[in-house]
C-alpha cells in the first residue's frame, strides 16, 4: 500500500499556517498516523488514527482525512517545529511510510 | 517512561550477518509488538519486522528471506538478525514499541522508538 506525501519540501515562515498532504494507494479507513523526524533523531508519533493527537503533542497540530486522502495541519508554525514529517499507514502489513515532506524555514 | 536502546556493531562486511539487540527499560516486554525499522542515510523509513512477547513475528517480504527477530523476555530485549548483508543494507536502525490505542477500532502506531544505531555494510 503506497503512501505520497506532498510536496516534498515545504518553505514557510514562523506562525505560517501549513498543510502536508498523504494520499494512499488503497482505501485505508483512518488507519493512518503522522511522525515528525528532526535531524540526527527518531521519529516522534504526533497522530494517530487519522486526527487523534498524541498525548504531550500540542493543539497547534491537527489531522484529518479518511479512506485515501489525509493532511496533516499546523496551524502556527514555531521554531520547533522545522523538520520532516511522515506519514504511515497502520491498515494492512508490512506498514508503510510515505517518503516525506521536509519543512523548511523561509 | 519506556525507553529502548539499540546496541551492536557499527560495521558489518559485506555477505556477514547484522545483529543487533534493544533493551527495554520502564516497562515489560512481555506486552506489546516490538519492532525494526530502517533508513538509510538521507532517505526514508523502512519497516522491517515485528516480535510478539510469545515469538510471533512478521517481517517485511521485501527481507523476509534474510531477516530473523527473536525476543529474550527474562533480559527484556528483543533482536534482529539479517544476514547476507550488501551495501544497500546500510542504515540507521531503530527499534520500536507498536502502541495499542483502542477507541471502538484498534490502532497500532510506532508509540516509543530508540535513538537509532547506524549500521554501515563495508569491507
Known amino acids: 500500500n503506497q503512501l505520497t506525501q506532498s510536496p516534498s519540501s515545504l518553505s514557510a515562515s514562523l506562525g505560517d499556517r501549513v498543510t502536508i498532504t498523504c494520499r494512499a494507494s488503497?482505501?485505508?479507513?483512518?488507519?493512518l498516523a503522522w511522525y515528525q523526524q528532526k535531524p540526527g533523531k527518531a521519529p516522534k508519533l504526533l497522530i494517530y488514527?487519522?486526527?487523534t493527537l498524541q498525548s504531550g503533542v500540542p493543539s497547534r497540530f491537527s489531522g484529518s482525512g479518511s479512506g485515501t486522502d489525509f493532511t496533516l495541519t499546523i496551524s502556527s508554525l514555531q521554531p520547533e517545529d522545522f523538520a520532516t514529517y511522515y506519514c504511515?499507514?497502520?491498515?494492512?502489513?508490512?506498514?508503510?511510510f510515505g517518503q516525506g515532506t521536509k519543512l523548511e524555514i523561509k | 517512561q519506556v525507553q529502548l536502546q539499540e546496541s551492536g556493531p557499527g560495521l558489518v562486511k559485506p555477505s556477514d550477518t547484522l545483529s543487533l539487540t534493544c533493551t527495554v527499560s520502564?516497562?515489560?516486554?512481555?506486552?506489546?509488538?516490538w519492532s525494526w525499522i530502517r533508513q538509510p542515510p538521507g532517505e526514508g523509513l523502512e519497516y522491517i519486522g515485528y516480535?510478539?512477547?510469545?515469538?510471533?513475528?512478521n517481517y517485511n517480504p521485501s527481507l523476509e528471506s534474510r531477516v530473523t527477530i527473536s525476543v529474550d523476555t527474562s533480559k527484556n530485549q528483543f533482536s534482529l538478525k539479517l544476514s547476507s548483508v550488501t551495501a544497500a543494507d546500510t542504515a540507521i536502525y531503530y527499534c520500536?514499541?507498536?502502541?495499542?490505542?483502542?477507541?471502538?477500532?484498534?490502532?497500532?502506531?510506532?508509540?516509543?522508538w530508540g535513538p537509532g544505531t547506524l549500521v554501515t555494510v563495508s569491507s
Open positions: 520500536a514499541r507498536l502502541g495499542l490505542y483502542c477507541s471502538g477500532d484498534c490502532y497500532y502506531p510506532f508509540d516509543y
Open positions: 520502564g516497562g515489560s516486554i512481555s506486552s506489546y509488538y
Open positions: 516480535i510478539y512477547y510469545t515469538g510471533d513475528t
Open positions: 488503497q482505501d485505508i479507513i483512518s488507519y
Open positions: 488514527a487519522a486526527s
Open positions: 504511515q499507514q497502520l491498515n494492512s502489513y508490512p506498514p508503510t
